[in-house]
């Protein structure tokens, strides 16, 4: 059984904690944090480590959930890859997309097993919509557009809006539509008086000429994670905070002009609320990962390079909200620092 450990005791690194600890899949070989176990989760304190050369010292573990902030992602991977660590990298990827580019090629020089944390991914409603948009029930998609808005987590510090929400959606509208964004144009605002954006508006539209639309902010006073699919026989709505998914069917108005311009005037028609099994994404983000370690060749990880691609998609939207401009994301292809 694979030995794993945790990089990161915070926020969401606490969770890994508990997940990993109670795995059947998984042994658990210590955390690591320089501030000690704040949320009291590790069941052995033995296992609590102040830095990663502690861990490292006696037995390295198979592989490591890295969930210290951003900006340490690339030297915590690089130390995890020289004792030959396999690593679940938690989202944004890195800092920007050429430290992003440079984890890539230490891991893939090293030979690593590897994914990123986007685990909106695992979310059962987006899972389901997914699943119902690939089986044709919305016929074409004609707009993706979701929302992520609520209170600022004042932990976060070291990245604005765009990198360390708004990869989520950039990475979503990717995933969902099946199709790279092509083109991409937003507007940031700075109203909190911190070095970076507190909101972000993005519009652009995919390769498979789907178009998309975010609005991803830390100003709002309650939390909204809404994504809906527009198609020609209606609409999908996730709601990823309560794992809900509902489709609103097009009611048909009769056309006076005859039944071949049925599409003409879309009215209100029957809405369905699924049932689905609601599994924690977080763990099914780990099974997912350990299904990679075992060798499983389509276990559902997010891999690295879809990892850089949000980022790169990040960036061009920082890009185009200096510039005022719109922009091509994949023709941005960045150099390892
Ligand atoms: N997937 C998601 O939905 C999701 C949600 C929240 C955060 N995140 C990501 O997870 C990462 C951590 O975010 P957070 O919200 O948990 O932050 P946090 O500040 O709550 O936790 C980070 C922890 O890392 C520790 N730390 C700092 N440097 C370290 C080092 N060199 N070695 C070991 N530990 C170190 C800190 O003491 C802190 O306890 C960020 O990259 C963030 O973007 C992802």
């Known amino acids: 059984m694979p030995r794993g450990a ?33 949320y009291e989760v590790v069941r052995d304190q033995t296992l609590v480590f102040g830095g ?3 861990l490292l010292a006696s037995e390295p573990p198979d592989f490591a959930i890295v969930a210290v902030p951003t900006e340490e992602h690339l030297p915590a991977v690089r130390v995890l890859a020289e004792h030959g660590v396999h690593v679940l990298v938690e989202k944004p990827l890195a800092a920007n997309a050429a430290a992003a580019a440079e984890l890539i090629e230490i891991v893939e020089r090293a030979g690593l097993h590897a994914a990123v944390g ?4 695992c979310n059962p409603a987006l899972l389901e919509l997914r699943r119902r948009v690939k089986a044709g029930q919305l ?7 979701t929302e992520r808005v609520g209170p600022f987590p004042d932990r976060v510090r070291d990245v604005g809006v765009v990198k360390d929400l708004a990869t989520h959606d950039l990475d979503l509208v990717q995933w969902l539509g099946r199709s790279p964004v092509e083109l991409l144009a937003a507007q940031t605002q700075h109203r909190m008086g911190r070095p970076h954006e507190d909101l972000v508006l993005m519009t652009g539209r995919l390769a498979s000429g789907t178009s998309f639309n975010s609005v991803v902010d830390w100003l709002s006073p309650a939390k909204v994670r809404r994504t809906r699919i527009l198609g020609e026989r209606g609409m999908l709505v996730a709601d990823t905070l309560t794992a809900d998914l509902t489709f609103y069917a097009n009611g048909h108005v009769v056309s006076e002009w005859g039944a071949s311009q049925a599409l003409r005037g879309v009215s209100e028609g029957d809405s369905t609320r699924y049932a689905l099994s609601r599994r ?3 763990l099914v983000e780990l099974e997912a990962f350990l299904d990679l370690l075992g060798g499983d060749p389509e276990a559902g990880v997010v891999s690295l390079r879809e990892g850089l691609d949000a980022l790169l998609a990040a960036e061009a939207a920082l890009e185009s909200a200096a510039s005022g401009e719109t922009v091509r994301p994949m023709s941005r292809q960045p150099t390892a620092g």
């Open 6 to 38: 945790v990089i990161g005791l915070g926020m969401i690194g606490r969770h890994h904690a508990r997940l990993l600890q109670s795995s059947p899949r998984a042994r658990f070989a210590g955390a690591v944090d320089p501030a000690g176990d704040r």
């Open 139 to 145: 016929g074409e998609v004609f707009l993706i557009a």
């Open 118 to 121: 986007h685990v909106e991914r």
């Open 52 to 54: 990663l050369d502690e």
């Open 280 to 282: 924690e994404p977080l």
